[in-house]
């Protein structure tokens, strides 16, 4: 049994054993590794750009929800505030908001 450079221990027991076989694994071993190295490395940033780029975007929509639950309590406040002021006037509407539903529905099955 012998050590290349990496610390690999090849078994050279066997029968058949061919010590140039075995250089040769060894010699692509060792060019293997550096190409690996650089590999994982490559990999390790790819990943991290990606995470950056996930906590990023989350951080982007919950701004957004931020932004829309405002503007939602806004809305319903300046809604009911109208309401309140005008009873008459929002109940029209509704009625004719509810007739003009109906017979775009009805026109459609029908």
Known sequence: MWTNNDNVKVNT???GHNPDLDQSIAQVMAAAHPVI????HSAHQTVDRLAKA????AD?????SGELKAASQHWRHAISNNIQRHPVAALTVAMATGFAIS???KSRVG
């Open 13 to 15: 027991s066997e029968q």
């Open 37 to 40: 190295d650089q590999f994982s």
């Open 54 to 57: 996930a906590v990023k975007g």
């Open 60 to 64: 982007q929509i919950e701004a957004g």
């Open 103 to 105: 017979w775009l529905l």
